[in-house]
T-cell receptor, first 113, second 116 residues
Framework: DAKTTQPPSMDCAEGRAANLPCNHS???????VYWYRQIHSQGPQYIIH???NNETNEMASLIITEDRKSSTLILPHATLRDTAVYYC??????????????FGQGTTLQVKP | NAGVTQTPKFRVLKTGQSMTLLCAQD?????MYWYRQDPGMGLRLIHY???????AKGEVPDGYNVSRLKKQNFLLGLESAAPSQTSVYFC???????????????FGPGTRLTVL
């Protein structure tokens, strides 16, 4: 599985968009980009995932560069409840894959009033 | 649906004691996983299971054993606890889609284990 690089921490003002970057320069063609978050020692929570197209759901948007070497998670209107550690994970999925997730240290996002 | 549940929520052990952590899921998921998380670190995979009766090693399997006798349950055992096993343990499950499909993991609330 490709490794990822994320900034250790970021701040965001409440109500503004939070843009969390992730570098995955060694990603291979059949690896997906997943984002999870962990709020204050709770179990991680799935946010969004993508292969090569941009994706959007009710929680966030995922922008993947054309060369797939980096991506950005966007929380459009951050709230205090979005304060959490955000993990960018690249993982291989296929018939022989077990869905194992390799967690790095993530980005601690602090949303401030 | 309760999702993924873990018991117990907290436990304190003395060095050398044994215990079993229970993970249960009611989503009919094929895949189940055990992770540990040390302070300030990301999660690390201990063991996982791709179906009832099967288990496999993850990144940090030493000192742990697992069993998947029933599809809905995944047990993590510590035969002789050591202080280095003080951690928060998370269980997760996912539904196998097969082929080139993708999937997400659903996590339990965690078990906080302290070994003195």
């Amino acid at each position: 599985d490709a490794k990822t690089t994320q900034p250790p921490s970021m701040d965001c003002a409440e109500g503004r968009a939070a843009n969390l970057p992730c570098n995955h320069s060694t990603i291979s063609g059949n690896e997906y980009v997943y984002w999870y978050r962990q709020i204050h020692s709770q179990g991680p929570q799935y946010i969004i995932h993508g292969l090569k197209n941009n994706e959007t759901n009710e929680m966030a948007s995922l922008i993947i560069t054309e060369d797939r070497k980096s991506s950005t998670l966007i929380l459009p209107h951050a709230t205090l409840r979005d304060t959490a550690v955000y993990y960018c994970i690249v993982t291989l999925y296929g018939s022989s894959n077990t869905g194992k997730l390799i967690f790095g240290q993530g980005t601690t996002l602090q949303v401030k009033p | 649906n309760a999702g993924v549940t873990q018991t117990p929520k907290f436990r304190v052990l003395k060095t050398g004691q044994s215990m079993t952590l229970l993970c249960a899921q009611d989503m009919n998921h094929e895949y189940m996983y055990w992770y540990r998380q040390d302070p300030g670190m990301g999660l690390r995979l201990i063991h996982y299971s791709v179906g009832e009766g099967t288990t496999a090693k993850g990144e940090v399997p030493d000192g742990y054993n697992v069993s998947r006798l029933k599809k809905q349950n995944f047990l993590l055992g510590l035969e002789s606890a050591a202080p280095s096993q003080t951690s928060v343990y998370f269980c997760a499950s996912s539904y196998r889609l097969g082929g080139s499909g993708t999937d997400t993991q659903y996590f339990g609330p965690g078990t906080r284990l302290t070994v003195l």
